[in-house]
C-alpha cells in the first residue's frame, strides 16, 4: 500500500496540494494521511467548541482537507499534532511520517501563520531538506498534469529519481515524461588553460560544453530507451522524450519547465547530514525555491 502523508494549515497553497493529490488516477491501494499543526498551548477541552479558536479550526482545516480529496479511491486519515515553533512542526510532520510509514509527503509551497505559526514556505523547504522519503510541493496553481520535467546529472540519485518517478506518483494517461540532461558551463579553473590560448573564458567554456554534450545525449537516450523498456506494454505509462541544454543546472531546469509548460519538475537530491542540511544553493533547492510550477524531490537511492 502507498502512504502519503498531506501537511495542511488550510492556506490556498495547502488546498492545492490536496488538489494536485485528487487529481492523480490513484487505486484503492493508497492511504493518505492529512496531518495539521496545533499550538500545543490552546485549552483541549475549550478547543472543541466556540470558546477555543485552535482546536476549532483545526478540526475545520482536517475536514477541509478531506473534501479537496474529493472521491478520493484510497484510505483517508486525519490527525493533529502539537508544535509551538516552525522547526516543531517540521519536526511533528517528520514524526508522524515516520509513524504512518510515509511513502511520500505532500505539502504547498506556502502558507498562512494562525496555525501552530505554521509557516509553510520554510517548513516546505525543511522537508524537503530533511525527510526521508520523496517531498512534493505543490504551487498554485493546479491544473490537469500533462507534461513533467525530470532533471538527470548522471548521478545516482538523479538516474533513481528518472526511473522511479512513476511509482513515487501515479501519473495521468497521456502524460509526457521529458528528461532533462543539463551540461553546466566548467568552473573557471577547469578552463584556465585554454583560455590562455583563447583569451577568452567564454570561448573556452563554449568548447568544454560541447565536448561533452554528444556524451550527454547518449546517456540520457540511453536512459529513456531503458525506462522505455521497462514499461513495456503497460499503455499507461507516460510518454519520454529528452531534452540536453547548456548552462546553469537549476536556471536552465526552471526555464524548460516554463518553455513547455510542465505542470511539475522532479529533481533527485543527495541526502545530506550535519551542517550540509543548512547550506542551500544545490540544484534541488534551488529549482524548489524558484520553479513556477509543483516540484517533486525524490531523496537518496533505494541501497542509500
Not at 478540526?59 to 483517508?76: D, I, K, R
Not at 511520500?104 to 509551497?109: H, M, Q
Not at 530507451?225 to 499507461?236: C, V
Request: charge should be negative; hydrophobic fraction near 40%.
Amino acid at each position: 500500500m502507498r502512504r502519503i502523508l498531506y501537511a495542511t494549515d488550510g492556506s490556498l497553497s495547502a488546498t492545492a496540494a490536496g488538489e494536485f493529490l485528487a487529481g492523480l488516477p490513484h487505486s484503492h491501494d493508497v492511504h493518505v494521511h492529512i496531518v495539521t499543526a496545533l499550538d500545543p498551548d490552546y485549552d483541549e477541552d475549550e478547543g472543541e467548541g466556540e470558546g477555543g479558536t485552535d482546536g476549532y479550526e483545526g478540526n475545520a482545516v482536517l475536514t477541509e482537507a478531506q473534501a479537496t480529496l474529493q472521491e478520493f479511491p484510497g484510505h483517508v486519515t486525519t490527525a493533529r499534532v502539537w508544535a509551538a515553533s516552525t522547526s516543531e512542526v517540521v519536526q511533528a510532520i517528520l514524526d508522524d511520517a515516520a509513524y504512518v510509514g510515509a511513502d511520500l509527503i505532500v505539502v504547498g509551497s506556502q502558507g498562512r501563520s494562525n496555525i501552530a505559526r505554521f509557516f509553510l514556505g520554510s517548513v516546505s523547504e525543511a522537508l524537503a531538506r530533511h525527510a526521508s522519503c520523496p517531498v512534493l510541493v505543490v504551487r498554485r496553481p493546479v491544473a490537469p498534469l500533462r507534461e513533467i520535467l525530470i532533471g538527470v546529472d548522471g548521478s545516482r540519485e538523479a538516474r533513481w529519481a528518472a526511473e522511479h518517478a512513476t511509482s513515487v506518483l501515479p501519473l495521468p494517461i497521456l502524460c509526457t515524461a521529458r528528461l532533462v540532461r543539463v551540461v553546466p558551463n566548467p568552473p573557471l579553473s577547469v578552463a584556465m588553460t585554454d583560455t590562455v590560448i583563447t583569451g577568452s573564458y567564454a570561448i573556452a567554456a563554449q568548447e568544454f560544453v560541447e565536448q561533452e554534450l554528444p556524451e550527454a545525449h547518449r546517456y540520457i537516450e540511453s536512459l529513456a530507451e531503458e525506462i522505455r523498456r521497462r514499461s513495456g506494454a503497460n499503455l499507461e505509462a507516460p510518454r519520454i522524450e529528452t531534452l540536453v541544454r547548456s548552462g546553469d543546472p537549476a536556471t536552465e531546469l526552471i526555464q524548460a519547465a516554463d518553455e513547455h509548460s510542465a505542470g511539475l519538475i522532479i529533481v533527485g537530491s543527495r541526502g545530506l547530514s550535519g551542517i550540509e542540511r543548512f547550506l542551500l544553493g544545490s540544484v534541488s533547492e534551488r529549482v524548489l525555491r524558484h520553479a513556477h510550477c509543483s516540484v517533486l524531490i525524490v531523496r537518496g537511492t533505494p541501497d542509500a
